[in-house]
């Protein structure tokens, strides 16, 4: 069942099983923050089981990239398009959340993401391979994220 994300009132619906939850929702709210106030994109998250397309893709740019494999369970994804950018997120059981930015004219911005919710350690899958910045946010506390270019074709 989709979940329409609001940033007014940050809700811990399909996140529940995640140890940093509130943070998590949190996180997630900032970037229906983000896509509405940009984009006027309305963000809709699925169920995992319901966005294996997405997640499998998500997934195959982070091995084919870097040889990442996530070892958390997802929780959520989602997929879409504005303004020429495919944007894929997944939103894990440990308070990871990823997302691809994938512009699909020919040389433009192509990303991954990584943003870690509040209190939660970074994975070992990504500690020793990215250094993570802070942000702050009034709906997730304190955001620590990285990225990488993506090089390939998707």
Do not use: C
Request: proline share 3%; aromatic share 12%; no cysteine.
């Amino acid at each position: 069942m989709e979940y329409v994300v609001s940033f007014d009132e940050v809700s811990t619906v399909g996140l529940e099983s995640s140890p940093v939850a509130h943070a998590l929702a949190g996180l997630r709210a900032n970037e229906a923050r983000y896509f509405k106030n940009n984009y006027d994109h309305v963000f809709v998250t699925k169920p995992a089981a319901e966005a294996k397309v997405t997640i499998d893709w998500v997934n195959r740019v982070l091995v084919d990239e870097r040889d990442i494999v996530i070892g958390s369970t997802p929780l959520e994804a989602t997929e879409f398009s504005v303004e020429g950018i495919r944007w894929a997120y997944v939103f894990y059981e440990s308070g990871l959340s990823i997302n691809v930015l994938y512009t699909l004219e020919e040389g433009g911005k192509r990303a991954v993401g990584f943003k870690l919710s509040e209190g939660m350690d970074v994975p070992e899958e990504l500690a020793d391979r990215f250094k993570f910045a802070r942000q702050k946010s009034k709906l997730a506390g304190t955001i620590r994220g990285s990225y990488f270019v993506i090089k390939g074709e998707y």
